[in-house]
Structures are given as C-alpha cells and as structure tokens.
C-alpha cells in the first residue's frame, strides 16, 4: 500500500447494485490512503432528480444540481454507477445521470458504469497486454451471448472500443442485425481501427466468426431495435441460447483467450469447462479492477507515481 491519496476522500454513488466495481474502488482506496463514502440514492441517501427545469412533484427530494455541488465541496473525487432505464434508448442514450454530474460537480467524476464501462474497458485491456504481449492484429471476437434478459450494452461497448484502439481485428457477432450496437459506437469503433489500423466487421456466422481467433469475449446485451418491449424481444432471444460460448467453439480458435466481465451465468453465456479453462481470464480481468482503479484515482488526485507503484 501506498498513502499517495492520504487525506484524499471519494464518494461512490450506486443506483444499481454492485460487487466488483463497489469492493475494488473501496479497498482501492483504502490502498492509497483515501477514504471513499458509499450512497445508494433512493436507499441511504435521497432520490435524485435529473432533468433540468423539472418541477420536482415525483418521488425525488433532491436535484443533481445540488447533490453534485455539494458532494464537490466534501470529495476530491465522484463515481457513478447508474444502468438505463431500458424503456427509451434515445433517452438513455443521452446518460443524463452521469452528464448531471459531470456538469455540475467541480471535482472529476468516474464513470463506474452506465452506457459505457471505462473502468472494465481497462481492466480487460490490461488483461490481454499481460497475456498477448503484443495485441495489434489479433483477431479479437466480441460475442453475444444468450441471458434470460436483456442487459446493458455497455461492457459491450467499451469493449469494441478498447479492441478498435488497440489495433486488433474486431468481429462483433451477434444472432442478426437487431443485436448490432448503436451507431455511435460503432462509428467510434471504426473510427478507432481507421487509426489504429485494425479493423472492425460484423458477423452472424457462428464458426467463421470463431474461426482462427485470439480473443473471444463473451457479453449478452439487450437488442436496441426492441429496446423497451421485453415481451417481443423475448421470443426472439430465446432462438439463440446456442449462441453460449463452449468448447467447440473455442475449437475453432487460435488457442483463444476467453474473458468475460462477471457476473456470468454458467451454462448459459459459457460452459464450466470455458469459464473453468487454464486460457480463461475472467478471474485476472477481475483482479485488474483493482489495479486500474487504482491508477486512475492517483491521476486524477495529481498523485505522480511509476505506474509500477501503483
């Protein structure tokens, strides 16, 4: 442990439950000397408003207008983690909770998750660095995988944006073209190979997908063409469970890595026998939480330290 956040204090909002992201920013802290205040809003601490010129006449005691001013004045750091509301995809692609704090807050504000996982971004990068080496020209397979519901595209997201910076060959594969991410995302994406001379391309062809692959990283998202409308999405997602990631697959591969950013449904998104496999590293990927977090808070406290210290 270092004490390069000695005196230094963080407030870490959750509106949506956690285990790795809550528990690796604490003990992170604590690591560096820092002392980090947990708030679940709407639970140990108020509900929060977001939309500005709102009259407040709903279930919300308090504004982010104030809630972020006010936590600037007691923190040197925010964090925030808050999912869409899975009911409207142009309202939730805006992330008003994040950009709320973002433009009120006069300390810097994390992103702990909400339409995109920085945080996760960089721990599956540092991951993939330890094990690869050298990662410019992989071929790096982003899969979608069968979850009884439909889940945030974030980690999905990050993920192609990360692979895209890096250099790598990005297949994102996905049951058929209701399952592609947002435009945004992927113009980013391409935007990224373009630069990094990767590239990017998007497969519904299980095995050609896998084929020769380095990487598979395996996440379920909900589609954005049903996005809202559970009961219809439903019965076209339930087609897919083959779409699990099991070891013919991974037969299929370059002696692939496999990854994941938990939690995950054994047997449903990746047998045991991929989860539980010595090319599996899911449990590194989550280790590194740790370790990213870590260097981000001491960059943005303007702690200067070899990133070997941290």
Same mark, same amino acid.
């Given at each position: 442990m270092q004490p390069l956040l000695e005196g230094k204090t963080i407030a870490l909002l959750f509106? !949506?439950? +956690?285990?790795?992201? #809550?528990? +690796?920013?604490?003990?992170g802290a604590f690591h560096l000397g820092a002392h980090a205040v947990v708030l679940e809003p709407g639970k140990s601490s108020w509900e929060m408003a977001f939309t500005e010129g709102e009259a407040m006449t709903g279930d919300a005691e308090e504004h982010v207008r104030e809630a972020a001013r006010v936590l600037s004045r007691y923190c040197d750091l925010i964090a925030v983690r808050c999912f869409p509301k899975f009911q409207d995809w142009g309202v939730d692609l805006e992330d008003r909770v994040l950009q709320g704090f973002a433009r009120h807050a006069t300390v810097p504000v994390i992103n702990m998750e909400t339409i995109v996982h920085p945080c996760q971004e960089l721990a599956h990068a540092l991951a993939l660095q330890d094990h690869m080496s050298e990662l410019a020209g992989k071929k790096y397979v982003l899969t979608w995988t069968y979850h009884p519901k439909p889940l945030n595209t %974030?980690?999905? !997201? &990050? +993920?192609?944006?990360?692979? @895209?910076?890096?250099g790598m060959d990005v297949t994102l594969l996905c049951p058929d073209e209701r399952y592609i991410l947002d435009p945004v995302f992927m113009s980013d994406a391409q935007k990224n %190979?373009?630069? &990094? $001379? $990767?590239?990017? @391309?998007? &497969? =519904?062809?299980?095995? =050609? %997908?896998?084929k020769d692959a380095d990487v598979v990283y395996a996440k379920s998202w909900g589609s954005l063409a049903m996005y809202g409308d559970w009961e219809s999405e439903r019965a076209v997602r339930d087609q897919y469970k083959h779409f699990i990631v099991d070891e013919q697959k991974m037969s299929l591969t370059n002696d692939a890595v496999f990854s994941h950013c938990l939690p995950a449904r054994r047997n449903v998104k990746a047998t045991d026998a991929v989860m539980d496999s010595p090319k599996s590293l899911i449990i590194e990927e989550?280790? !590194? #939480?740790? =370790?990213?977090?870590?260097?981000?808070?001491?960059?943005?406290?303007?702690? =200067?330290?070899?990133?070997t210290a941290i």
């Open positions: 509106f !949506n439950p +956690s285990l790795r992201t #809550r528990t +690796s920013f604490e003990i %974030a980690v999905a !997201n &990050s +993920s192609l944006l990360i692979a @895209t910076k890096l %190979a373009h630069t &990094s $001379g $990767g590239t990017i @391309t998007v &497969s =519904h062809d299980i095995e =050609h %997908a896998y989550a280790e !590194n #939480r740790l =370790h990213v977090q870590k260097a981000l808070m001491a960059a943005l406290c303007g702690a =200067h330290t070899p990133a």
